[in-house]
Antibody, heavy 127, light 108 residues
Framework: EVQLVESGGGLVQPGRSLRLSCTAS????????MSWVRQAPGKGLEWVGF??????????EYAASVKGRFTISRDDSKSIAYLQMNSLKTEDTAVYYC??????????????????WGKGTTVTVSS | SYELTQPPSVSVSPGQTARITCSGD??????AYWYQQKPGQAPVLVIY???ERPSGIPERFSGSSSGTTVTLTISGVQAEDEADYYC???????????FGGGTKLTVL
């Protein structure tokens, strides 16, 4: 069974850091890009960023709202993806979902979507 | 920045057909994806590449595309289909992902 389990959420003060982990099972982790998506209380889904598989360079992309503060990394040997969140703001309060990303090729570009989701972990930024 | 626009809500009676639209300028050139999210649960992919259905998704879910609008159609709506639905696409270079604001489907 394909499964993603997030961990590391909790209550943190503004300006502090937190690292989320996403442990994958049931598929060849290294073959897939991995994304993070968040959902603030009562709001819609917001893409945070993704990390490509090593076959596609292992590079990362981020939403403008988190660029420079958040970093996504991966350890293919452990089947874990990470989301390092620095300089946290109250507006970062959300449920954070780890997702496996499917890929669609069109011309010279590759496009990502979320084909498997974890159950999410809650991050609350408050003093 | 690129935006996708969805109606905030759609209501339909059981057994009828629900249609949820998503509009965006780049949709003629990009695929769209649809997710279903029930209260307290993680989203689930129900349509990919405009009209493909993942395994395990009921046949009553279908997708279509016309110009700058994509549509999620649920035929013979059941009470269990009541949920929030989100469309998703990407920018032209594939370096960012965008979600629509979501549509709450109410089954009367």
């Amino acid at each position: 069974e394909v499964q993603l389990v997030e961990s590391g959420g909790g209550l943190v003060q503004p300006g502090r850091s937190l690292r989320l982990s996403c442990t994958a099972s049931g598929f060849t982790f290294g073959d897939y890009a991995m994304s993070w998506v968040r959902q603030a209380p009562g709001k819609g889904l917001e893409w945070v960023g993704f990390i490509r598989s090593k076959a596609y360079g292992g590079t990362t992309e981020y939403a403008a709202s988190v660029k420079g503060r958040f970093t996504i990394s991966r350890d293919d040997s452990k089947s874990i993806a990470y989301l390092q969140m620095n300089s946290l703001k109250t507006e970062d309060t959300a449920v954070y979902y780890c997702t496996r990303s499917g890929i669609t090729a069109m011309g010279p570009y590759y496009y990502y979507y979320m084909d498997v989701w974890g159950k999410g972990t809650t991050v609350t930024v408050s003093s | 920045s690129y935006e996708l626009t969805q109606p905030p809500s759609v209501s339909v009676s059981p057994g009828q057909t629900a249609r949820i639209t998503c509009s965006g300028d780049a949709l003629p050139k990009q695929y769209a994806y649809w997710y279903q999210q029930k209260p307290g649960q993680a989203p689930v992919l129900v349509i990919y590449k405009d009209s493909e259905r993942p395994s395990g998704i009921p046949e009553r879910f279908s997708g279509s595309s016309s110009g700058t609008t994509v549509t999620l159609t649920i035929s013979g709506v059941q009470a269990e289909d009541e949920a929030d639905y989100y469309c998703q696409s990407a920018d032209s270079s594939g370096t960012s992902v965008v979600f629509g604001g979501g549509t709450k489907l109410t089954v009367l």
